[in-house]
């Protein structure tokens, strides 16, 4: 196979593309491609600040390193997780990356901030790992990006990510999870918009190019991870993928294209503000806050934390306008 651009040795061949490439032209490619997902579904605003979510593992790191050779102030946000060896390699692989480059980093370390990291609140929320580990993170990103102006948060999910996703939810049905799946989450307030700049790359290529890149990331995945579901949804994709290249791609396009326009109802959830944080949520109170009252109740009934405690959200910066 040789490269589609210059006729040496190709480093990557994608079949589901049609295309090989070597590795100056990779590299090209993909940042070319990254721009024009950005430019199609007008993620970004040229030049603009956006805060990255970066975990220190692959994806993300790409992501980062990508959006700043395209001219963004991408500003990173990495969560101290508090999932032992696993958050502490995480942090030194991002902290690493960030000090090379130059790149502004900020981080939030969920046990400091809140006395509780992710395995503490497997135990003590009612939730599993992930549902707890998720939620937090999704919280937690909207808001540093809202307390620190950014109007809009990119994270590394790439097509196999959201494949698996839309597989699940095709598997399991609900019809407002499957119409809230999408590259382009729009702002609200309160809420910061969420791009998704990869979601077209499969892993293969996003791990490629930041093999070619020579960027050092996290490979240990996190011990949770194991045995989850969204691993079997991607194991059963990928089985299709290889007997039929561009399978997924045209699974996640197709469905977005054709069958998500016609879930939106045009009914927009109303999204109230949070009793203790203000932060948007559909209830009184909002998941983050109801999962550490619940947190704390069973901390005190733990003894783990002593009875005077009270959880006492960061109260949202008042918006302007
Ligand atoms: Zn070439
Ligand atoms: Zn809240």
Partial sequence: MVCKVCGAKAQVEM?????????????DWFVKETDRAIRRHRMLLPGERVLVAVSGGKDSLALWDVLSR???????????????EYSRKSLEATQAFARERGLELLVVDLKEAYGF?????????GRVACSACGLSKRYILNQVAVEEGFRVVATGHNLDDEAA????????????????????????????????PFYRFSE????????????RY??????????????LYKEAL?????????????FLEGFL??????????????LRECERCGYPTTGAVCAFCRMWDAVYRRAKKRKLLPEEARFRPRVEPLRAG
């Fill in 204 to 215: 293969r290529e996003v791990l490629s190019y930041t093999l070619l890149r020579g960027i």
């Fill in 218 to 231: 996290l490979h240990e995945e996190c011990p949770n991870a194991k045995g989850a579901k969204s691993l």
């Fill in 15 to 27: 079949k589901s593309r049609g295309l090989a490439l070597c590795r100056e032209h990779y590299l």
């Fill in 165 to 196: 996703v839309l597989f699940g939810n095709l598997l399991n049905p609900q019809e407002e999870t499957l119409s809230r799946q999408g590259p382009v989450l729009p702002e609200k307030p309160g809420l910061a918009a969420r791009v998704k």
């Fill in 257 to 270: 294209e054709k069958i998500k326009p016609r879930l939106d109802t045009g009914e927009e959830v109303a």
């Fill in 117 to 125: 990291g992710v395995p503490e609140l497997a135990g003590l929320s």
């Fill in 238 to 250: 990928n089985l299709v993928e290889k007997e039929m290249p561009g399978a997924k791609l045209r």
């Fill in 70 to 84: 395209l001219g963004y102030q991408a500003v990173g946000l990495h969560i101290e997780l508090g999932i032992g």
